[in-house]
Each structure stands twice: as structure tokens, then as C-alpha cells.
């Protein structure tokens, strides 16, 4: 499974209004919720596919990967409600796992939502907010343009995201998409779940199974990419 759910940044961020612009977006004109859910019961998968990019908030806006509908922590007041805290406050309360836990990234993970956004990688040049990660909890936008731009600065010296800097911009997305979130679950697993065992990577092998770059036509940034672990762990389906 790609990504981790261990912080409550990673769940679904407004998601009452984000079904409400989706029944808009399919031609509900009214105000009940009940409707609303109605309208999307009745929609095909394909029509709710094409539509769901336009119900992105301003929070999401500049996302390198953008899942617009993630897991959501439920209101505790039905008896099927399953997740009712953030899994960081469960993670916190309860020491209660037992079955051994795998965790890794590859060492290029940034290599997906470099070509996710390669046609709009000059945007976050202008708008360095959109590098502040949302576990930050930063929300005033004139401190956010500062970490934006000392998080750039940072990755990129005074140079510019884009193509000519395949590299630094690929370093700046893999922590900003993956290994950052990778690594703090761990760090809350370890000091929360004592009796887990826990097993971490970083995968960093090039070999005849690392095939991602190829597929994706970006074969001149160094190290391994997203999924390239999986296929050598598992080799490929014959």
C-alpha cells in the first residue's frame, strides 16, 4: 500500500462540503444533506470520477498528489462508526499492536509527483506555501510563504522547481509526498507501541526490476522510484 495513515493530515479534509460541491457539480440545487447523499448514491462512478477534481479546497489546492477523497474520522454517534480518532491519538492511547509492521520508502519517491505535475511545476515557484506540509498545521499565509520559501531554498538553493533541476525537485517531492509521513509514523509507532515489531527501509537498489523511471519516461533521475521496492521484493506476475 502506498502512503501511511498515522496523522490526521493525511484524512479527509472538509468532507461534508466536498460531497455537497459534488451533488452541485451533478445538478442538485438544494440544501439537505439527505438529498445530497441521495444525488451521489444515484450517480455513476464514471460521472463522480470526472467530476471529483472540482471539488478541491484551497487547502488542497497545491497538492503534488492529489486524493481529494481519503479516509474520514467519523462522528461517534452510530454503533458502525469505525475510526472515531485520529489513528495519532489511537496510536497514543492504546497498546494494542501486536503483528509485526513493515514500513519503507524507495530513496526517489518523488519521482510520481514530479510527473503528476510536470506541466505546472513553475506554479509552486510562485506559490511556495503550497511546500509547507499540512502536518504542520500552519495556517497564516504570510508564515507559510516564509517555511515555503526556506523549505526551497533549501532543496533548490536559488534555483527554480521545474526541469531543469530534475533532481533537487525530485529530493523535495519525496519528502514532501512520502518520506516525511513514512518517517514520523515509525517515530510514533516505536515510542507508542513498544511491543510491536517494527521494520523500516530505504530502498535504494538499481537492478534489472527498477522499471518505474522507464514507464515513466523519466530515466535520468538518480536513485530508485516509487513502487521500483515492490517489484524487487516480489519480482513481476508472469
Known sequence: MSGVMCTESDFQVEPE?????LAR??????TSD?????????????SLIRLQNHVASQQEEGDPLQFLF???????????????QSPE???KSFDSLRLPI????????????????????????KHVSWLVPRFM????????????????????????IGSDTTNETCNLMTDLTFSVMSNLSSELIAKYQP????????????????????????KNVDGAAHTDDIFNLFGFAN
Open 17 to 21: 462540503e466536498k460531497a455537497r460541491k
Open 34 to 46: 439527505n438529498d445530497v447523499l441521495e444525488t451521489l448514491l444515484k450517480a455513476s462512478a464514471r
Open 195 to 218: 511491543n510491536v515489531k517494527q521494520y523500516c527501509y530505504l530502498f535504494s537498489f538499481i537492478g534489472r526490476c527498477n522499471i518505474t523511471k522507464t514507464v515513466l519516461n523519466v
Open 70 to 84: 481519503r479516509p474520514v474520522i467519523e462522528q461517534d454517534v452510530f454503533k458502525d462508526t469505525i475510526i472515531t
Open 89 to 91: 491519538r489511537i496510536l
Open 137 to 160: 498545521e500552519i495556517r497564516d499565509e504570510i508564515e507559510r510563504k516564509t517555511i515555503g520559501d526556506q523549505i526551497k531554498q533549501f532543496y533548490l538553493g536559488n534555483q527554480d
Open 25 to 30: 457539480l451533478l445538478g442538485y440545487r438544494g
Open 102 to 125: 513493515m514500513l519503507g520508502t524507495v530513496c526517489s519517491e518523488g519521482v510520481l509527483a514530479f510527473v503528476e505535475n510536470k506541466n505546472n511545476l513553475s506554479k509552486y515557484n
